[in-house]
Nanobody, 121 residues
Framework: QVQLVESGGGLVQPGGSLRLSCAAS????????MGWYRQAPGKQRELVAE???????NYDNSVKGRFTISRDNTKNTVYLEMNSLKPEDTAEYYC???????????????WGQGTQVTVFS
């Protein structure tokens, strides 16, 4: 079983910055995409940013130019650098990973437990 452990959420004022981290552990043979989703109260979970194992990144339009996703494949860790934060960025942020477990193992999708980001003035 692969586990994702997130850290780095918190309270910040508008215009501030936070850095989220998500470390994956377990029987990981190949880590395909890793990404971040968020869910605000009363809203559906939405993709924020994702990065595949080729180094290609994809961002939601609302965060382009402000957020940066990066991966450290040696540590099976994904980061989300969030700058110029806005109140509308307030949400629970979830790490997501698409993993092949073992050379002949299954390919599964995993979620972290979530970390709260609150942007307030």
């Amino acid at each position: 079983q692969v586990q994702l452990v997130e850290s780095g959420g918190g309270l910040v004022q508008p215009g501030g910055s936070l850095r989220l981290s998500c470390a994956a552990s377990g029987p990981i043979f190949t880590m395909y995409s890793m990404g971040w989703y968020r869910q605000a109260p009363g809203k559906q979970r939405e993709l924020v940013a994702e990065a595949d194992h080729y180094g290609t990144s994809n961002y939601d339009n609302s965060v382009k130019g402000r957020f940066t996703i990066s991966r450290d494949n040696t540590k099976n860790t994904v980061y989300l650098e969030m700058n110029s934060l806005k109140p509308e960025d307030t949400a629970e942020y979830y790490c997501n990973a698409d993993v092949q477990e073992g050379i002949l193992g299954p390919r599964n999708e995993y979620w972290g437990q979530g970390t709260q980001v609150t942007v307030f003035s």
